[in-house]
């Protein structure tokens, strides 16, 4: 995972296991496999009115903690013989998700 510190100061613990992000003292774990999509999609992780981790940003937010990028799915083309006009044929099979492609940013936590 590409790790990215956007400002400075203490920054929240995490820990990456497999395809999941830990936050914090295992306050928020996330699946980050689960959230890929066929386009790029963002995680915003904060710290809400009550200092407990959050994941989006409302009216309840205090302020950014980190933000995960995943980037758009992959796919790979595999071709399944001819049809019927002799033209090669196949289908798209999504590539294995790889969370080494995807950005953890950072923030300061200070007040």
Same mark, same amino acid.
């Given at each position: 995972? &590409?790790?990215? $510190?956007?400002? +400075?100061?203490?920054? &929240? ?20 496999? +689960? %959230?890929? %999509?066929?386009? @790029?999609?963002? &995680? ?14 409302? $009216? ?9 990028? &995943?980037? @758009? %799915? ?13 033209? @090669? ?15 953890? +940013? ?6």
């Amino acid at each position: 995972m &590409i790790i990215v $510190e956007k400002t +400075s100061g203490q920054k &929240i613990t995490y820990k990456i296991n497999g395809n999941k992000i830990t936050f914090g003292n295992d306050e928020m774990t996330v699946n980050i496999e +689960s %959230r890929e %999509r066929d386009h @790029a999609m963002q &995680i915003d992780i904060c710290t809400d009115k009550d200092n407990c981790l959050a994941t989006g940003v409302n $009216e309840n937010t205090r302020k950014y903690v980190a933000q995960v990028d &995943i980037p @758009a %799915r992959e796919y790979d083309y595999i071709e399944d013989g001819l049809d019927e006009n002799g033209q @090669a044929k196949g289908m798209e099979m999504p590539v294995t998700f790889d969370i080494e492609k995807c950005t953890l +940013s950072l923030w300061g936590m200070e007040e």
